[in-house]
């Protein structure tokens, strides 16, 4: 981790005004120690006995043999990486192995993918939850931001003190975890929470009833049914709510509530990531926390692998804090719908945790996922973390997924090309 570096903004890169970024400041990490968190009555039996210490110093690996991976790569004798990537309209692959920079690939396959050079950045669509999930815990305990966040809180307090009414029996962890109940199709998106102004030229997409996000919400949500069983249902509406809440607590810090300005500030900076962050916002600069941003593949992974050691020093009873709440993200997933089917015709479940998708079986690890097969995954028994970006067509992200399938296994290949003799 780099500390008091200045982030470095590219030459030529343009904002649209409603999203303009503030000027950085410089900051230490001193702020994440005091961090902390009130869990749940009977969280604790859900953390396991302590594990392995904090991770060890980066140290080099071993090379990959020109790119290719080793022998059983989805029953190949022997098969390049690139090839597949073509195949399956896969893009563009950042691979970090113990924090250093092991394979950086990108294979033009298509308009979706049509980055001229290794310096642009891509648009980022729902790994913006995880995202959110990560700051909403920086937050969750300074009193810089407020009160101590209580994962029980009943969300009709939180809810109000948000100007909306609920009535039904989630918390703020059942937010976290989709399961608030609320009547939700991703279909809706475009009617009640899609941000109106297009993040590449700062144009408005249409004219719509309302130019605020947050009344727009407030004028849907009266009228939406509510299932007080609390299912499982992947809801861009619950994550746009927790963004609400967020909002709140970063003007108590005096920010202005932005995502990528909280970002620059207290992770970017911190971290020395090197490209700009940009964040979709409405008319009056509300920014959407179920989607997207755009940002740098080497900036994402490096995010990816600061997750990965605040989580193994969470599952090590570290005290700190956000490495509590990371780990606590993952922890306490619950089963979910979510899944893809391998080439064999199996179906591989996916639990669902504090808006990141847990794979079953450490060697998995967790992931955000976002539309058109983007995944920052995350394997912290392989010390790996894996940014790709894809183009998937609308098959590939149908019900058998069979592509997504196919990319966490050839990241679990790329971890094994790369482990120690």
């Avoid at 080793?70 to 190949?76: R, T």
């Avoid at 509590?324 to 179906?347: D, F, L, M, Q």
Wanted: charged residues 25%.
């Amino acid at each position: 981790m780099i500390m008091g570096t200045k982030l470095s903004v590219d030459a030529g890169l343009r904002r649209p005004a409603v999203i303009t970024m503030t000027k950085t400041i410089t900051i230490t990490m001193m702020m994440m120690v005091a961090l902390g968190i009130t869990r749940p009555a009977g969280a604790e039996a859900d953390w396991p006995e302590p594990g392995a210490s904090r991770a060890e110093q980066p140290r080099p690996m071993p090379a990959l043999d020109d790119k290719w991976l080793p022998p059983g790569c989805f029953g190949l004798a022997r098969c390049r990486i690139e090839i597949l990537m073509k195949h399956h309209n896969i893009c563009r692959l950042y691979v970090l192995k113990a924090g250093i920079p092991r394979l950086d690939m990108k294979v033009d396959v298509g308009p979706l993918c049509s980055k001229r050079n290794r310096d642009e950045r891509y648009t980022i669509a729902s790994i913006t939850k995880p995202m959110i999930s990560l700051l909403l815990g920086l937050t969750s305990s300074d009193s810089r931001f407020g009160d101590a966040l209580d994962l029980s809180r009943p969300a009709r307090d939180w809810m109000g003190a948000l100007g909306y009414d609920y009535e039904g029996p989630a918390s703020l962890e059942d937010f976290l975890l989709m399961r608030s109940g609320y009547t939700w199709s991703e279909s809706e998106v475009d009617a009640v929470i899609k941000v109106q102004v297009d993040l590449e030229s700062g144009e408005i997409v249409n004219d719509p009833p309302f130019r605020d996000l947050r009344e727009q919400v407030g004028h849907d949500l009266p009228d939406r049914g509510l299932n007080e069983t609390l299912p499982f249902n992947y809801s861009g509406l619950d994550t746009t709510l927790i963004g609400f809440l967020l909002q709140e607590r970063l003007k108590k810090a005096g920010l202005s509530g932005r995502f990528d300005e909280a970002y620059e500030e207290l992770i970017w900076t911190p971290l020395g990531m090197t490209h700009l962050l940009e964040w979709k916002g409405d008319f009056v600069g509300n920014q959407a926390s179920h989607c997207c941003t755009k940002g740098h593949p080497a900036d994402m992974a490096r995010l990816g692998a600061w997750a990965m050691d605040l989580y193994r020093r969470g599952r090590a009873r570290d005290e700190d804090p956000l490495a509590r709440w990371v780990y606590g993200s993952i922890a306490r997933a619950r089963p979910s719908s979510g899944g893809c089917r391998t080439k064999e015709g199996h179906w591989l479940s996916y639990d669902f945790g504090y808006q990141w998708w847990v794979l079953p079986g450490e060697p998995f690890g967790f992931a955000g996922r976002g539309m058109g097969g983007q995944f920052l995954h995350i394997l912290p028994d392989k010390d790996l973390v894996v940014m790709q970006f894809s183009a998937f067509t609308e098959a590939q992200q149908g019900g058998r997924r069979k592509s997504e399938c196919l990319s966490f296994a050839l990241h679990r290949e790329i971890a094994e090309a790369l482990r120690e003799p």
